[in-house]
């Protein structure tokens, strides 16, 4: 039956990290249904993490004034076996049902159970796998059970050629010192640890190892990083807001190891198998996004009225910002030391 399906529709509109959580089941999609053309529905933004991939077809992009009725005739020109709504927020469940398919498919996303979570306190969610696996839960109703596969980027040649010839314009000719990636930035600032934290975490990681240090980002996190680089005295780096993301993750590849909050490079560096040391606050790991890699230590403290809420807010509704200033800098530089020193033996 699966060789049989010809024309398969995922839908994923945004954003960084979920997008890449989703290749999993692209992965499994294409084992499984060799003969079907997979078509990916994105923002354009973010179009570039799917263009490389070998289990994508074709990229369709959702452009950010489009109307709906627009994009709907254009999904209606292809007749789909098979819809997939990976997103499952109003404007992707119109299109999934506007689309011409034989079978719907969509995740659980498990709304209410998250919200009596961080309502009510009642943890519904111990059980629950992580988000990758509940993306690929659909498919058993296609007979496809096989185990997951591991969260994967491809990156284009042409990034890695610009990087290359980035960092040798940028630092001196013939250092050869290894790369401390730090990313202090996330979407909502209740998610983000404190700059001078990381600052001294950089620092020291970087005098030990004998390593350089690059901040990543996009320009929304130029500040936080300036802030970062004033207090540092080791050799640095400022790429944020310079880089495509297909750049980024040509440059994050390089690196040993990236200490970031809970943000789409932190599942960046999962899917280039980069080691990273990620630091949560206001969400928690039974929402399904802590890092899936072996190299991977997700760091938080506990405190009572943690989750405040499902995907962070602009600021911390008691004030205090307790789940981010309990997280210290030894222990993050603890976790960081035993990665890097995992990676170099």
Known sequence: MLEQLRHILVIRLSSLGDIL???????????????????????????DLLLAHPCVDRVILMPECQSMITMLRTLRQTHYDVVLDLHR????????????????????????????????????????????????????RLGITAPLPNVSMELDPASAVAIQDYLAQTFPPGLKQPLLAVAPGAVWPTKRWLSDRFAGVAEELARQHNAAVVLLGDAGDTGLARTICRQLRVPMLDCTGQLSLMQTAALLQRC????????????????????????????????????????????????????????GSMRCPRGHHECMQRVTTKQVLTAAMQLWEGVSG
Request: charged residues 15%.
């Open 21 to 47: 959580l989703t290749t999993p089941v692209l992965r499994l999609l294409r084992s499984h249904c060799p003969n079907a053309r997979i078509d990916v529905l994105v923002r354009a933004t973010y179009q």
């Open 89 to 140: 927020t109003l404007r992707s469940r119109l299109l999934y049902w506007g689309v011409v398919a034989r079978r719907r498919l969509a995740y659980n996303k498990y709304t209410w159970r998250r919200a009596l979570l961080v309502y009510g306190r009642w943890n519904t969610l111990q059980a629950m796998p992580p988000i990758p696996a509940r993306y690929a839960a659909p498919l058993r």
């Open 256 to 311: 040993q190891l990236l200490l970031c909050n809970d943000s789409g490079l932190m599942h960046m560096a999962t899917a280039l198998q980069v080691p990273v040391v990620a630091i949560f606050g206001p969400t928690v790991q039974e929402f399904g996004f802590y890092p899936m890699h072996m190299q991977a230590l997700a760091l938080s403290h506990s405190v009572a009225c943690r989750p405040c809420s499902t995907k």
